[in-house]
């Protein structure tokens, strides 16, 4: 790799400024987005085969579903993903601005920062570290450094980049980076706020109903800003440069790119339908979701349009190839989101393994054929060199589509099963098929061939690799660094005149709609990135807006229950052992008022149930039965060997067994902090304040002794398991209690002698 040149040059020849980009940080970012590609798509096949044997995590707590699933999203997403983006948004900018990046210096901070937090990942949600929120597990000091590389680093460098540059209009792909980078930003900001109770935990500012909103207010906003609109952006500049063709439509970029920034901020609640979430949020988000419909499409019809009259390229250029599929599966995937928002359909496919289906072949297909064909027709640019092999190339796009259809058929096949069978009921009224387990068997053989598809994408993936590293080998010993000329922006500049309305014998307001039409309002605010920033930042937050302040300031939305009391001090240390462990990767905790699951699981979950609930445990998939009214169903001593072996106690179950719960100590030194932090956020303990570790105790050895009175192993009452048990009894109980009689000084009604004496 050549030497970093000191700064961008500013000597001038006559008006001209000479200068050259770094391309140094794009080679760095693509390497990246391999290495962590390939960690990504193997840790995906691990936890893939884990679902169909569970015994592949060979008894070891840092290796099970519920850990490394985690790992697995965030790795595809921010490791590969990530990657992919700075690479595209590295090469692209410079050459968009005409202006190397503002500073080398915080293009490498970036870069090492960004691969630091990555790192910081890999090594704490195996430990179980994580605050349990999907897409956004990481803890809190993690998340501060990824504040600070996004925006101090990465947006700082960006947005000064716009501001030097030497082209005076930001072309379409600009838009879409400024859109990704503010958004990001303020999605990862509010979804993030805890209170911390060490370096390693923290408890979600948001209870129940509201952190739920908050979570898909993200969850669904990072897939739009981080896997949909950079990788627009990316489409935008590289494939009518592989196509030698402009985009087919201008008119219909502007469209596209508003419409997205300002629905897509709404559809997040479609992921809470049926839930405690209030109707009129559930249905505002189906809504819009499926408006989101027509400006998806209408990204994708500019793309594939790009194409006209080189589709015979498309034959033989694998570049071509990959964009290709990788826009038609965008197509797809937001056809089908649309879908799966309705009401109806969700009620379906919610919880099941259509929405993994749905989720991969948006990842696999979209950002995975993306990066593919942008790093193929980056890897001549970059290394200064022919590609090593053309039919390694294509061998790749042959072995990544046979294992996307491989991976995702079997899915939806299995979400549909399962969807189907969950909701079975017998002419009698009864469930067809009662036990859960059921559901889960059938799945199996679908889970093995989605192991053999990962397998064959893979394997794809890892072609991409030796490819790599051979052109890498044929590099030229230096670099040439090319020296650009361009003039620099005048600071003063002179829009073109307003155009006029060709239409003749209207009214003035249909001449001033045809004026506007025509756009030239945009050409305007397509030199001026603050403005456009601005007005991204406005649509972003006026539409998160209406929805957000009504969810947490009208009270009907979360009406309170008078039996729902906070968790005890050792049912709170259990709630974290459950999180750690990812049992809600498995389990969710909301029936849904669904015919099948009150008849499966009892009386559906009421928002008021969840007030106390830092954060919400809903879940978003049911491999497992759902957890919400498990508290009183079983014994103590069932719960014990359930988690010591699964299987023992269901027969056909895949779940993992525990055993380490049973031999580890509970640390109630830290229980304190717990119920402290759980008081801060509102939960009225009185005696728990002062005597928490005492109350613990108390009940731990109560669990235990009626473990040992089952004729159970002694001695378990300081172990983990215990912990785990308190919490699993007490899910779902409290809607069952009787409310306490108000005590006589309490009561509204005064006593008749001082009815009396009023009416006096």
Not at 499 to 512: M, N, R
Not at 572 to 582: H, S
């Amino acid at each position: 790799m050549s030497a970093e040149p000191s700064i961008e040059t500013v000597t001038n020849s006559g008006n001209l400024e000479k200068f050259t980009y770094d391309d140094q940080i794009a080679r760095m970012f693509a390497l990246a987005t391999l290495i962590w590609g390939t960690v990504a798509f193997l840790v995906g096949i691990i936890v893939a085969s884990e679902l169909a044997a569970p015994s592949v995590n060979m008894g070891f707590d840092l290796i099970t579903f519920g850990r490394l699933r985690p790992l697995h999203t965030n790795a595809a997403i921010f490791a590969f993903a990530g990657n992919a983006i700075f690479t595209a948004v590295y090469y692209s900018t410079q050459r968009l601005c005409r202006a190397r990046m503002w500073s080398d210096k915080l293009s490498r901070l970036h870069f090492w920062g960004w691969q630091l937090i990555i790192l910081a990942a890999a090594l704490t949600l195996p430990f179980g570290i994580t605050q349990s929120k999907e897409y956004a597990e990481l803890e809190w000091p993690i998340d501060i450094a990824i504040a600070v590389v996004w925006v101090g680093f990465f947006g700082v460098n960006f947005f000064m980049t716009l501001a030097r540059r030497r082209e005076r209009h930001m072309y379409v792909t600009l838009w879409f980076y400024i859109a990704t980078i503010v958004t990001v930003a303020l999605l990862h900001v509010f979804n993030n706020l805890v209170i911390p109770i060490g370096l390693f935990k923290s408890y979600s500012v948001y209870a129940g109903v509201q952190d739920a909103f908050m979570q898909w207010w993200y969850g669904h906003n990072a897939v739009a800003f981080f896997l949909t609109t950079p990788f627009l952006g990316l489409m935008y500049y590289f494939l009518p440069k592989a196509a030698n063709r402009p985009i087919y439509s201008y008119k219909l970029s502007i469209l596209h790119f508003w419409s997205l920034v300002f629905i897509y901020i709404w559809a997040g609640p479609h992921h809470l339908h049926y839930t405690a979430l209030p109707q009129w949020a559930s249905t505002l988000g189906m809504l819009f979701s499926v408006m989101l419909w027509m400006p998806s499409w209408g990204g994708m019809i500019n793309g594939l349009l790009t194409l006209r009259g080189v589709w015979q390229k498309v034959t033989s250029d694998p570049v071509l190839k990959f964009f290709v599929v990788g826009i038609t599966f965008y197509g797809m995937s937001t056809f089908e989101g649309p879908v799966l928002s309705i009401k109806s359909v969700n009620a379906l496919s919610h919880y099941t393994d259509w929405t993994i289906a749905h989720v991969h072949a948006g990842a696999l297909g979209w950002n995975g054929f993306m990066t593919f064909g942008m790093i193929y027709w980056l890897l001549p640019r970059l290394f200064q060199t022919q590609l090593w092999s053309q039919k390694l190339a294509n061998l790749h796009f042959w072995l990544g589509t046979v294992g996307i259809l491989l991976y995702i058929f079997p899915i939806y096949v299995a979400g549909l099963t399962q969807g189907l069978m969950w909701r079975a009921i017998t002419e009698t009224g009864q469930l067809a098929y009662p036990n859960f387990v059921e559901t889960v068997r059938v799945l199996i053989p679908l889970y093995w061939i989605r192991v053999g598809g990962g397998l064959v994408y893979l394997s794809g993936s890892l072609l991409l690799g030796y490819n790599f590293f051979q052109t890498w080998k044929t590099r030229p010993a230096v670099y040439e660094e090319e020296v650009h000329t361009a003039p620099p922006l005048e600071r003063h500049y002179v829009d073109d005149p307003a155009p006029k309305s060709d239409l003749t014998g209207v009214l003035e307001i249909a001449k001033s709609i045809d004026v506007f039409e025509k756009l030239n309002w945009h050409r305007r605010w397509e030199r001026l990135p603050r403005l456009m920033t601005i007005w991204v930042i406005i649509s972003v937050v006026v539409a998160s807006l209406f929805e957000i302040i009504p969810t947490f300031l009208i009270r009907s939305n979360v009406p309170t229950i008078a039996t729902v009391t906070p968790y005890t001090p050792l049912e709170l240390a259990g709630r974290d052992i459950y999180v750690a462990e990812g049992c809600y990767n498995c389990h969710s905790q909301m029936i849904r008022p669904i015919l099948s699951e009150t008849k499966r699981y009892g009386e559906y979950s009421k928002p008021g149930e969840f007030i106390y609930d830092h954060p919400f445990q809903w879940g978003s998939r049911r491999i497992g039965p759902d957890l919400a009214r498990e508290g009183g169903q079983r014994s103590n001593l069932w719960h014990l060997v359930h988690f010591r072996d699964p299987a023992k106690m269901t027969d056909g179950s895949i779940m993992p067994p525990y055993p380490w719960l049973e031999t580890r100590e509970l640390n109630f030194k830290t229980i304190p902090d717990r119920v402290w932090a759980a008081s801060y956020l509102g939960a009225p303990y009185t005696r728990a304040l002062d005597d928490s570790i005492a109350m613990a105790k108390e009940q731990a050895k109560a669990i235990a002794d009626d473990i040992e009175k089952q004729k159970g192993p002694k001695g378990l009452e300081d172990k983990q398991v215990i912990a785990l048990i308190a919490y699993m009894q007490r899910l779902g109980t409290d809607i069952y209690k009787t409310p306490a009689a108000p005590k006589k000084s309490e009561s509204t009604e005064p006593p008749p002698a001082a009815n009396k004496t009023a009416q006096k």
